[in-house]
């Protein structure tokens, strides 16, 4: 019967690449897969389902369990997040969650984000570790990642856990490090906690900052930010890089909005409202992302009513890295 039943999966056209069948349905987060490739899938891999009726992806999962002595393998499946609100049903079809069946899919908006601390997923595909201000806090790297630029340094320890150096401190002799700490992360809601400091010898000068964003998913396109950036001690006066960066000068409140273009590049905007200033000003910026390269640029402005080109009224922002 299992034999029938393969080659008749195999002469269907819609299923001919996938790697195995939805066959029974346990419950709402459990199902059973016949998998036709173990060497794609195994047990505590990645799946993805894709709707036979919608053709779309619908929802990720992992192998808790499977039979290798017959073939078809069943293989038990905890789902794990539901990208928008289709039921799993019998005969859907699994994918092991590859960077390339995500692109053929076209695995919607931050749907994929439940795959944070999955090896072989690209950075394109996961939350932003920095929002192309780098003073401004993203959200934790995995465990053994690395984000690098000529400006900052970021390590993962673990998931949940981050180092960070920001390189443009040094020409001006202030030792830095900071750390990140992920507090929460569901599909509801994602808070990371973060802290830096720097400490200038010669001059006996310091710079604290302490902040964290809370991210807020609103559909499969859309997610909404909250950033909090306290900055202690912002008068040094030696720091002659860091001035024409602009960094570390004021504590602000940003409310950014991401949205996930079809090509998983990111469109950031949101106001900013100036702790220092009393001001409100914004920032509009455009991210393009491949596998580990990203790279930003946009407008920005501590205060709308300053229609003048300049620090203290509009001007570029702009940041590359590497995430790796």
């Known amino acids: 019967m299992r034999i029938i039943f393969l080659f008749l999966f195999l002469s269907l056209p819609i299923v001919s690449f996938a790697n195995g069948l939805v066959s029974e349905i346990i419950g709402p987060k459990e199902i059973i897969a016949d998998v036709f490739d173990a060497s794609e899938i195994q047990v505590d891999s990645k799946i993805i389902i894709v709707s036979r009726r919608a053709k779309r992806a619908i929802a990720f999962g992992t192998v808790k369990k499977m039979d290798?002595?017959?073939s078809p393998h069943p293989a038990?499946?905890?789902?794990?997040?539901?990208?928008?609100n289709d039921?799993?049903?019998y005969k859907d079809l699994i994918y092991p969650a590859s960077y390339q069946i995500m692109k053929d899919q076209k695995v919607p908006g931050?749907?994929?984000?439940?795959?944070?601390?999955?090896?072989?997923?690209p950075s394109k595909f996961k939350e932003l570790a920095s929002f192309g201000v780098f003073t401004s806090e993203g959200h934790t790297l995995d465990k053994n990642e690395y984000l690098v630029s000529p400006f900052q340094f970021q390590y993962g320890v673990t998931n949940n856990f981050g180092l960070k150096m920001v390189n443009a401190l040094w020409p001006d002799g202030y030792a830095n490090i900071g750390v990140?700490?992920?507090?929460l992360r569901n599909r509801?809601?994602?808070i990371t906690v973060s802290s830096f400091g720097a400490y200038k010898i010669q001059s006996n000068d310091y710079?604290?900052?302490?902040g964290g964003v809370i991210t807020l998913p609103q559909n499969a396109k859309f997610q909404n930010h909250l950033m909090v950036n306290i900055i202690l001690d912002p008068q040094f006066s030696d720091a002659h890089a860091t001035k024409g960066l602009g960094l570390f000068r004021n504590s602000d409140i940003r409310n950014i909005t991401e949205y996930i273009t079809d090509d998983w590049n990111r469109i950031l905007y949101g106001p900013t409202y100036n702790v220092e200033l009393q001001t409100l000003?914004?920032?509009a910026s455009y991210m393009w992302i491949w596998d580990t390269f990203h790279t930003s640029l946009g407008i920005a402005t501590q205060d709308f009513s300053n229609l003048s080109f300049g620090t203290n009224g509009y001007y570029y922002v702009y940041d590359f890295f590497w995430r790796f």
């Open 76 to 84: 038990l499946i905890v789902i794990e997040e539901i990208i928008e």
């Open 87 to 89: 039921l799993v049903m």
């Open 281 to 283: 000003g914004g920032t």
């Open 188 to 190: 509801h809601a994602k």
């Open 68 to 70: 290798l002595s017959v």
């Open 207 to 210: 710079i604290l900052q302490t």
């Open 180 to 183: 990140k700490y992920r507090v």
């Open 110 to 121: 931050f749907g994929s984000l439940s795959l944070s601390g999955y090896d072989g997923i």
